[in-house]
T-cell receptor, first 115, second 115 residues
Framework: GNSVTQMEGPVTLSEEAFLTINCTYTATGYPSLFWYVQYPGEGLQLLLKATKADDKGSNKGFEATYRKETTSFHLEKGSVQVSDSAVYFCALSDNSGGGADGLTFGKGTHLIIQP | GAGVSQSPSNKVTEKGKDVELRCDPISGHTALYWYRQRLGQGLEFLIYFQGNSAPDKSGLPSDRFSAERTGESVSTLTIQRTQQEDSAVYLC?????????????FGNGTRLTVT
């Protein structure tokens, strides 16, 4: 079956540090890949996505590149801010047309940015 | 515009009681999803509605769980005879399903605590 594995947190960084949150996946076919973010007290919201190999999703200074050869979709940001503190979820959709589009989420990574 | 609304935001109930959780999706979104997030775990898929029908109920953990949707709008998730292991955040999401790699729009969740 499909699965998403992401690094466990919490991840604690200082402001302006470089961020990488690793995400790898197992899926049949050609999934779409997503990063969702959950800020404190808010619901999950889409951060970025990529729908085919070598695509790069980007938003709010975050980037992730769909690497089919390594089945990865690592999230990166060059200089984090305190406001980036949140829980980040990597997810995939196997586009199978089945229940819930075959959406599978990782466990989430809690990111804490210290001033 | 209005996002996905869930109520109540917090619910504390005694073991054995029934609870009903409500979700108001974004207007016009035909697809509606329920997920459960236990402490330290990823998002666990429960059920998916397309319109008012639920083609995929595979994620419901037991027959104590049921869900319905009416008018292609509001959905309720009912848990009967609650158990302590039901304690979790219950998240609702909706999407328009216009394209592959559907973007889900999440509510803020209902935090259920069974004592």
């Amino acid at each position: 079956g499909n699965s998403v594995t992401q690094m466990e947190g919490p991840v604690t960084l200082s402001e302006e540090a470089f961020l990488t949150i690793n995400c790898t996946y197992t899926a049949t076919g050609y999934p779409s890949l997503f990063w969702y973010v959950q800020y404190p007290g808010e619901g999950l919201q889409l951060l970025l996505k990529a729908t085919k190999a070598d695509d790069k999703g980007s938003n709010k200074g975050f980037e992730a590149t769909y690497r089919k050869e390594t089945t990865s979709f690592h999230l990166e940001k060059g200089s984090v801010q305190v406001s980036d503190s949140a829980v980040y979820f990597c997810a995939l959709s196997d586009n199978s047309g089945g229940g819930a589009d075959g959406l599978t989420f990782g466990k989430g990574t809690h990111l804490i940015i210290q001033p | 515009g209005a996002g996905v609304s869930q109520s109540p935001s917090n619910k504390v109930t005694e073991k054995g009681k029934d609870v009903e959780l409500r979700c108001d999706p974004i207007s016009g979104h035909t697809a509606l999803y329920w997920y459960r997030q236990r402490l330290g775990q990823g998002l666990e898929f429960l059920i998916y509605f397309q319109g008012n029908s639920a083609p995929d109920k595979s994620g419901l953990p037991s027959d104590r769980f049921s869900a319905e949707r009416t008018g292609e709008s509001v959905s309720t998730l009912t848990i009967q005879r609650t158990q302590q292991e039901d304690s979790a955040v219950y998240l609702c999401a909706s999407s328009s399903r216009e394209t592959w790699g559907s973007t889900l729009h999440f509510g803020n969740g209902t935090r259920l605590t069974v004592t």
